[in-house]
């Protein structure tokens, strides 16, 4: 089967954002009041083969940890579904 | 017979001539290894230099860590082999996990290129054995990435083993208690964003940048002796 991954890295909370810092100061100029806590991150898109969710979750979640993010600085959420029928390969 | 510093090249390395240079100007023999090299040949000491390691993509040293040469970085420093990572070096050195904690980018976002002034802080390191605490050098820096941070226990296990070898002056990025630069526990693996390889002739406009590779040259020399 083919699952379909998204991972949302983000630093983790006490580590400086300066580009989340820098984005918040830039809204008020904007005319973008009242917004606060903006945080940067990035998101990964890919698809993944396996035999079921549980080792498909497996597999990304492992992915996101080794490579992804790095846990010193950052924290990672996976997302899970399976994947339609794509372009045959 | 002259030390031998293997001085590695990733994709993007881009400060490996001026750091061969600079080594063998301090008496060494550099031979440039590359990053698909799973040998390190007959080397006392290894540098990684600066440079951008695979394009800096994901984050700096993310994908340098993976290259085939880190297995043999990794067991020459177990072995306790004098292992320096200067500037991207140093990035890569704590994505691999030679090194605690990791660099990210400068306070304020902002590149900075410029002299800076650091103080040796330990002499528990492959780079300053040797080097009076307290000693000032002027070394220049050339980093976006180059912001050291790490968690409160990690800091206070750094400052607690002597691991900070090196803290800035004036901090120029925003590092945690001005590092500039650390070591591992036993002090054999360092990580250093200033380039002492750029302050390695008057005509630089600094020489201190020798003082850390005459240090590193003397603990390979004993490597080799040992």
């Not at chain 1, 898109?45 to 080794?66: K, N, S, T, W, Y």
């Amino acid at each position: 089967m083919r699952f379909a991954a998204r991972v949302e890295v983000r630093l983790r909370p006490g580590i400086a954002d300066p580009e989340g810092a820098t984005i918040e100061r830039a809204l008020p100029a904007l005319g973008f009041e009242g917004v606060h806590d903006v945080r940067a991150g990035r998101s990964f898109r890919f698809e993944v083969d396996a035999a079921d969710e549980q080792e498909a979750r497996r597999r990304a979640g492992e992915i996101a940890h080794r490579l992804l993010a790095n846990p010193v600085i950052e924290d990672s959420v996976l997302e899970l579904e399976p994947a339609g029928p794509g372009e045959p390969d | 017979m002259a030390a031998r510093i293997a001085v590695v090249v990733f994709p993007g390395t881009n400060c490996e001539h001026d750091v061969a240079a600079a080594v063998e100007r301090a008496g060494a023999a550099a031979s440039l290894t590359w990053h698909r090299d799973r040998d390190l040949g007959q080397a006392d000491a290894v540098v990684l230099p600066g440079g951008f390691a695979h394009g800096d993509y994901l984050r700096p040293g993310a994908l340098a860590r993976f290259s085939p040469v880190m297995e043999a970085v990794a067991g020459f420093a177990a072995g306790g082999g004098p292992v320096v990572g200067i500037c991207n070096g140093f990035q890569i050195l704590t994505e691999a996990g030679l090194l605690p904690g990791a660099l990210v980018k400068n306070r304020g976002l902002r590149f900075v290129c410029a002299p800076s002034r650091v103080r040796v802080d330990s002499e528990r390191s492959a780079v300053t054995a040797g080097v009076a605490v307290g000693t000032v050098l002027s070394i220049p820096v050339n980093h976006f990435s180059g912001s050291y941070v790490c968690d409160a226990r990690t800091l206070a296990a750094l400052r607690d083993g002597d691991q900070v070898v090196l803290r800035y002056l004036e901090n120029p990025n925003g590092s945690v208690d001005d590092i500039a630069g650390v070591a591992n526990a036993a002090g054999n693996v360092v990580g250093l964003m200033p380039h002492p390889e750029r302050a390695a002739d008057a005509l630089l406009g600094s020489t201190d940048g020798l003082v850390l590779l005459a240090a590193l040259l003397a603990q390979a020399a004993g490597v080799r002796a040992a």
